[in-house]
């Protein structure tokens, strides 16, 4: 099946700085690939997603192309601020007969201070 | 609409006690999935349904587990009996699921059950 190898955080962040979180896959063709957030308190919720090579999903500032050739899906904002602070996950489908199902990766805790 | 609905929100409970977990997903999505999500192991998916169908059971930790999807708006999730170790966020997602194995549409995650066993 797929996989989704996603950067190890925790990531602590001035708020206004850059942020780039890796995301490399591992896939039988082109499958759509997303990230998800999820806030303190609450459940998962869609980011953004790409659905084709070299698509660019963005929402709320942040984004991320659908890299085939290097097999990757970072995600980048270039001025976070503190309530971006959440955990983000990439992900993508499961593959092989595991119709509907997604493969997260571990995710990645991101922390902005004012 | 009113997005995926869990109940309850919080629980706690006994060591030996039935925990039962309440799922409605949003109308007109054909899947269905349970996760549990820890800070020792993350996010780990129990069990998907389709179409009220359990498809992959592969991650309930035992058989002190249970699921059941009776209609496409209700499904439960049952531990029996509950112990310390299952202590964790409980999340319930629907999706509307397309053919084919590279299309998989948006999951959409309810806002958790928090289940305590003392």
């Known amino acids: 099946g797929n996989s989704v190898t996603q950067m190890e955080g925790p990531v602590t962040l001035s708020e206004e700085a850059f942020l780039t979180i890796n995301c490399t896959y591992t896939a039988t063709g082109y499958p759509s690939l997303f990230w998800y957030v999820q806030y303190p308190g609450e459940g998962l919720q869609l980011l953004l997603k790409a659905t084709k090579a070299d698509d660019k999903g963005s929402n709320k500032g942040f984004e991320a192309t659908y890299r085939k050739e290097t097999t990757s899906f970072h995600l980048e904002k270039g001025s976070v601020q503190v309530s971006d602070s959440a955990v983000y996950f990439c992900?993508?489908?499961?593959?092989?007969?595991?119709?509907?199902?997604?493969?997260f990766g571990q995710g990645t805790i991101l922390t902005v201070h004012p | 609409d009113a997005g995926v609905i869990q109940s309850p929100r919080h629980e706690v409970t006994e060591m030996g006690q039935e925990v039962t977990l309440r799922c409605k997903p949003i109308?007109?999505?054909?899947?269905l999935f349970w996760y549990r999500q820890t800070m020792m192991r993350g996010l780990e998916l129990l069990i998907y349904f389709n179409n009220n169908v359990p498809i992959d059971d592969s991650g309930m930790p035992e058989d002190r587990f249970s699921a059941k999807m009776p209609n496409a708006s209700f499904s439960t999730l049952k531990i029996q009996p509950s112990e310390p170790r299952d202590s964790a966020v409980y999340f319930c997602a629907s999706s509307f699921g397309t053919s084919g194995v590279y299309e998989t549409d948006t999951q959409y995650f309810g806002p958790g059950t928090r289940l305590t066993v003392l």
């Open positions: 109308s007109g999505h054909d899947y």
């Open positions: 992900a993508l489908p499961a593959g092989g007969t595991s119709y509907g199902k997604l493969t």
